[in-house]
């Protein structure tokens, strides 16, 4: 496996804004990038220059993403290049043609930033010898926290971005949810390495439980949750905020003696008047108060 040299990946969206999204997800691991607008670009970029992995959207304008699928696969200069292809969450007649195509894998929009990088990770580090990658461990704390698999602070701030971009520009709504253990350092000093195992963890467990798939769960501080719930609003925000606080008083749920002191609120676009998905979350962090 590679590991002196940065793979080269080539994204292929025909919106700049999801292309902005795949580069900086990219180059938060490290990657080098190259971009392509629609199909023809994919081909004439990767007649230049064969990168390590291709993310292509199943549905670019001039030749589909389908389509150049089918010619490269026929190329036996570029057949082994490994493929992601990008499809609507519900499309799966899509994504079973690209993967009897030969696509290794693939990505639903809308994105996930966790979900993007760890397709991305998986691939590169699956491939073939000659597009194989191993990434070091800085690399895959970035993808996901290693205790619970969540998202990272680092994710959580593109996620924010590009949600909030995302619910102004289709007029959604939003919300973003905190949960915070109040006395986290306290719980620290006095279980020392245990703290994580015995309060982190079931945490995320149970906080995992009462979210859907659609929604992103990072874990933003050490104490500290953050989801984010795409076209959610006030009403939808309270119910997930109740049913949180419910399940997380559970006494079973911890092993520490006195259970930890969990505080739960939430912030909605567009009740919030707020300008970025920075500023939703700080409401947030503000309600718990």
């Known amino acids: 496996m590679n590991k002196n040299m940065n793979p080269l990946v080539l994204?292929?969206?025909s919106d700049p804004f999801n292309l902005r999204l795949l580069s900086e997800l990219c180059g938060t691991l490290g990657y080098d990038v190259m971009t392509a607008a629609d199909g023809g670009a994919v081909l004439d970029a990767m007649a230049r220059q064969r990168p390590s992995l291709v993310v292509m959207d199943a549905f670019l304008p001039v030749m589909d993403g389908l389509q150049v699928l089918r010619i490269l696969k026929a190329d036996s200069g570029l057949c082994m290049v490994p493929v992601l292809l990008v499809t609507p969450e519900a499309d799966t007649q899509s994504r079973e043609r690209g993967l009897a195509l030969g696509a290794q894998n693939y990505v639903c929009k809308p994105y996930r930033p966790l979900e993007i990088q760890q397709r991305m990770l998986d691939v590169l580090s699956h491939g073939t010898p000659e597009f194989a990658f191993e990434a070091d461990e800085?690399?895959?704390?970035m993808v996901s926290d290693p205790l619970t698999k969540t998202?990272?602070?680092?994710?959580?701030?593109i996620a924010l971005d590009y949600e909030f971009t995302r619910a102004v520009r289709y007029k959604h709504a939003?919300?973003?949810?905190?949960?915070?253990?109040l006395n986290y350092a306290e719980l620290a000093q006095r279980l020392g390495l245990g703290a994580p195992e015995l309060v982190i963890a079931p945490l995320a467990n149970a906080i995992r439980g009462c979210v859907r798939n659609v929604d992103h769960l990072f874990r933003s501080e050490p104490g500290e949750f953050s989801v984010l719930l795409p076209e959610t609003g006030v009403d939808g925000a309270r119910i997930v905020v109740e049913r949180l606080r419910a399940l997380l008083r559970e006494p079973g749920l911890y092993s520490t003696g006195d259970p930890p002191v969990i505080a739960v609120a939430a912030a909605s676009f567009p009740k919030e008047t707020v300008s970025?998905?920075?500023?939703?979350?700080?409401?947030?962090?503000?309600?718990l108060l």
Do not use: F, K, P, Y
């Open 151 to 157: 998202g990272t602070t680092n994710q959580l701030h």
């Open 11 to 13: 994204v292929a969206d």
């Open 174 to 181: 939003l919300s973003c949810v905190v949960i915070r253990c």
């Open 138 to 141: 800085r690399t895959e704390r």
């Open 276 to 287: 970025d998905g920075e500023a939703l979350i700080a409401a947030a962090r503000r309600a």
